[in-house]
């Protein structure tokens, strides 16, 4: 579940994720997020779609995978989930791409787009930008730093065998005692 336009992981003082695409035009590219809380620029829900595509195939990656393998996984997803993945999700995208292009002639734009798309002068392309908010030692002994903790997700093994959140590793010298094992100096 998101908080402003981001989704979370963890404690959600401590991670932030978004992800969109980024639509290059030629020299120029423009962003737009799919966040499950964010309205786009004609008022409704930029990304109900995208949303219920990710809750349920979210750990799909087919980028990598040879042109017969991509075509039959989304052949399955078009099979399993017809509607989403065959009325909604491309309504989405064209929703998508009317967001990014500017306001005035859209549609003639998009047709410009897909030709010049062929040419390779266009292109539609995943960004995510994630960030972790680390807490100060002061930080760690209050309520609110304990919580945090407790729900943490970025977790390293201390040198005594205990998974700790990153937070408590940099905090508690485990960092410097992890480096001392190392035998490194700051020559």
């Known amino acids: 579940e998101g908080t402003n336009g981001f989704w979370n992981m963890g404690h959600a003082a401590c991670n ?9 035009n030629g020299g120029s590219y423009s962003f737009s997020p799919i966040t499950p809380t964010k309205p786009n620029r004609r008022g409704g829900e930029s990304s109900t779609a995208f949303s219920r595509f990710l809750t349920r195939y979210g750990a799909i ?3 990598q995978e040879g042109k017969r393998v991509r075509l039959a996984r989304l052949a399955r997803l078009l099979v399993a989930a017809p509607i989403l993945t065959g009325v909604q999700l491309p309504w989405a995208f064209c929703g998508l791409l009317y967001c990014l ?4 002639g859209k549609l003639s734009s998009i047709a410009k787009l897909l030709m010049r798309s062929t040419s390779g002068q266009a292109g539609l392309h995943r960004l995510t ?26 977790r390293i093994a201390a040198p005594d065998g205990r998974l700790v959140s990153m937070c408590e590793f940099n905090n508690n010298g485990f960092r410097d005692q992890y480096y001392d094992s190392l035998g490194t100096t700051d020559d």
């Open 101 to 104: 292009l500017p306001e005035s």
């Open 16 to 24: 932030r994720i978004m992800s969109g695409y980024v639509l290059q």
């Open 61 to 63: 990656c087919i980028r």
């Open 129 to 154: 930008i994630a960030s972790h908010h680390f807490m100060s030692q002061e930080e760690l002994t209050t309520p609110i730093g304990q919580e945090r903790l407790q729900d943490c997700i970025f």
